[in-house]
């Protein structure tokens, strides 16, 4: 991918979700409502109902800008 501010190419990354259960990549959710919490002794505690997308993160290594691409369906 390429940097729209200085063309100079960027690198790809992730952003780190993480949490008591562990870290995984970070996801894009559909909607505006915030998830549902369970209060539940044993994961998942939290019940995601909007379309999930794979988030894939780029860095320009010039300015270090940071852009984001909802890339595939989770």
Request: glycine content about 8%; aromatic content about 8%; overall charge negative.
């Amino acid at each position: 991918m390429i940097c729209p501010k200085r063309n100079e190419e960027m690198e790809k990354g992730y952003l780190l979700d993480s949490s008591y259960g562990g870290a995984r990549k970070a996801v894009w959710v559909r909607g505006n409502d915030l998830p549902t919490i369970k209060i539940s002794a044993f994961p998942p505690a939290v019940e995601i109902t909007g379309e999930q997308y794979q988030l894939d993160v780029y860095r320009c290594t010039a300015c270090g800008l940071v852009e984001t691409c909802a890339t595939e369906q989770v």
